[in-house]
């Protein structure tokens, strides 16, 4: 079994992103530029964007958290993005997930300029990528792509089944695996992902035992505390586990641990590879939005 270290992939990268943002400063250029705007005080959230800051600074990239009240109504938000994408020194943004019940997400985020969406929600940039146009792709499937092309697994072929069917995660991960390769995402390092056989399983799936056993790849996004034991995965197969629900453990000196999807103790001796959490597609999923974020830039 091998672990897939998203920790020491994610180092790579940002060294990589760091070496490619020194030289395009060195001819003069200013540096590539992320908001990050936060409502609320979510504590996952204020973590998620606290090392979305630290992560821009390592590589060298300017990045600005702009952060609201949960009292900002859905028009004052909507007005705060009309000018982000009005900003010609943003080359990117996004909105931190969740928001406030009153106001709704999809209309923040369809109201975001397609060219600045480092996120890759918007209505604008799934239909690119579902049409095989060069396109911006939501941060953790980029992750999952570019961490299963460094480790070699190729797709092509393969049955991968994803569990989970959000707009952030499980649909356009299903897309980039089935698709021919290189069509949206810039060209990964390695192996490419897509020519996968997918299957979407979610809460609804009747018979999703039946289903991992078939599986090559098992990528699991749903958010559910060890829903995948040891008897649906076959032996040799590669595991991602994209969970990290926060449970209570009064060991832990801040009261909690994040759990993945996967029974890792379990289902890791049966895998060719798998994902550990933490440390695995979590770093994965920022150092993507630091790809998303250069990728927009150039693209100015
Ligand atoms: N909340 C959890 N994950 C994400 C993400 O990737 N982007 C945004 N905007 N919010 C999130």
Known sequence: MTLLDGKQIAAEIRAELRTQIEAIVATGRR???????????????????????????????????????????EAQLLEEVAKLNA????????????LPSHINEQTILSAIDYRKDVDGLTPENVGRTVQGLPSIVSATPRGISELLSRYHIATEGKHVVVIGRSNIVGKPMAILLMQRPYLTLPRLSAAAVGNATVTICHSKTSNLKQICLTADIIIVAAGSPALVTADMVREGATVIDVGITRVEDANSPKGYRLAGDVDFDAVAPKCAFITPVPGGVGPMTIVSLLQNTLQAYNKQ
């Open 31 to 73: 540096a590539p530029k992320l908001a990050i705007v936060i409502v609320g005080h979510n504590p996952a959230s204020e973590t998620y964007v606290a090392n979305k800051l630290k992560a821009c600074a390592e590589v060298g990239i300017c990045a600005e958290k702009i952060a609201f009240e949960d009292s900002i109504t």
């Open 87 to 98: 900003d010609n020194d943003i080359d990117g943004y996004i909105v931190q997930l969740p």
